[in-house]
């Protein structure tokens, strides 16, 4: 009986000292940190200091930091590092300028430690002097295709000058593409957009797709100007080979009516010269000019007749400049990108007849 009791007891003693831990899997943390302070006080005066603060709930980590920090106006010896939950950031004492604005802001470079749930557009603003800058600059990015806009950056950058090599301000968009610039001075701004695709905090216009505005003033007003954004590009569909081409001809011409199906194009009226290609499953291509001159209400029928049955997908794009080829945009001669057709797709079957209308 003895025996039994002290077994009983070591093996409570040994249950109770069993190591406890926390359940494995549960929902992913998809919370980003939470700041807890800051010193400087956001939209602090008369700050004259050589270094900045911001203290989080969470331990964090930065991920390209110093790409993604943009001081506005530009600070010597800016360095910036990760404690903790610390982010400090230091700069020359003797750098900050008398009665000045300044604006530290981070992108999305500080995310917590362990998912890296990012805490997007952390920005510093104080004052040297009396008054910290007070307009505002507020956009929405347009797009023609579908953009995750959290993945953009956009940049105002001074108007007065060509280079796009860094911004004066910088923020990431929210996720329906709104961006508001505060703590402006009055000034007039180039606006660009972009997806820094190799990741390096800058923009290059030959692989990189973007969108701008040039000119915008900042100001008292909560007006939101649009912000085109220009991520597609245009390439004419192309035709296999002239042979190709005779032999779906001589198809054409050649099989029994009920194997082909019957097509007319609907087209609406357009103001500008719209080239268009009509491109059938099988590579067969029928390129169109749409051209204005028609009453506003006027449509087209476009009567092709015997056709190939099967899928059949329209492209193009509205030419401008009247030169026949589509025209991308260039920031430098501000030149706009001409506007790409939506992709329409519609099914012609054999021994039908089909009335489609298009969207120009």
């Known amino acids: 009986m003895r025996l039994l009791i002290y077994f009983l007891a070591v093996f409570i003693l040994l249950a109770g000292c069993?190591?406890?831990?926390?359940?494995?899997?549960?929902?992913?943390?998809?919370?980003?940190?939470?700041?807890v302070s800051q010193s400087p006080e956001q939209g602090a005066l008369h700050f004259n200091g050589s270094e900045a603060t911001v203290v989080f709930d969470e331990y964090i980590q930065a991920r390209d930091l110093r790409n993604a920090m943009?001081?506005?106006?530009?600070?010597?010896?800016?360095?910036?590092?990760?404690?903790?939950?610390?982010?400090?950031?230091?700069?020359?004492?003797?750098?900050?300028?008398?009665q000045t604005t300044y604006r530290l802001t981070f992108g999305d470079a500080i995310g917590d430690l362990n998912e890296n749930n990012t805490y997007s557009n952390l920005e510093l603003v104080w004052s040297t002097g009396d008054y910290v800058d007070s307009l505002q600059l507020n956009l929405s990015i347009t797009s023609q295709t579908k953009v995750a806009?959290?993945?953009?950056?956009?940049w105002l950058v001074d108007s007065y000058t060509d280079s796009v090599t860094s911004p004066l301000f910088s923020l990431i968009p929210t996720k329906e593409g709104h961006v508001s610039f505060n703590y402006m001075p009055l000034d007039s701004f180039d606006v660009l957009v972009f997806e820094d695709l190799n990741f390096d905090g800058k923009w290059s216009a030959q692989n990189e797709p973007f969108g701008f505005r040039k000119n915008l003033y900042s100001s008292t007003d909560t007006a939101v100007f649009d912000l085109p954004y220009y991520n597609s590009v245009f390439e004419s569909p192309a035709q296999d080979t002239t042979h190709f081409n005779d032999s779906i001809i001589t198809v054409l011409d050649t099989a029994k009516p009920e194997n082909l199906?019957?097509?007319?194009?609907?087209?609406?009226?357009?103001?500008t010269t719209v080239l268009?290609?009509?491109?059938?499953?099988s590579g067969y291509v029928q390129s169109f000019a749409?051209?204005?001159?028609?009453?506003?209400?006027d449509t087209t029928f476009i009567v092709l007749g015997n056709q190939l049955p099967g899928k059949y997908t329209l492209s193009g794009f509205t030419d401008i400049n009247g030169d026949s080829v589509w025209t991308p945009a260039?920031?430098?001669?501000?030149?706009?990108?001409?506007?790409?057709?939506?992709?329409?797709?519609?099914?012609?079957?054999?021994?039908?007849?089909?009335?489609?209308?298009?969207?120009?």
């Open 18 to 35: 069993a190591v406890q831990s926390k359940p494995q899997g549960g929902p992913r943390d998809e919370t980003p940190p939470s700041m």
């Open 330 to 360: 260039s920031w430098y001669t501000t030149e706009t990108a001409e506007p790409i057709l939506k992709e329409q797709s519609f099914e012609l079957k054999a021994n039908w007849d089909l009335e489609q209308s298009l969207s120009l």
């Open 149 to 154: 806009y959290e993945s953009l950056k956009v």
């Open 276 to 281: 268009a290609w009509l491109t059938h499953e």
């Open 70 to 98: 943009v001081a506005t106006p530009p600070l010597e010896g800016l360095e910036a590092e990760i404690k903790g939950k610390r982010l400090l950031v230091r700069w020359d004492e003797q750098e900050l300028r008398e």
């Open 261 to 271: 199906g019957r097509l007319t194009l609907i087209v609406p009226s357009v103001d």
């Open 290 to 297: 749409f051209d204005p001159g028609r009453g506003v209400s």
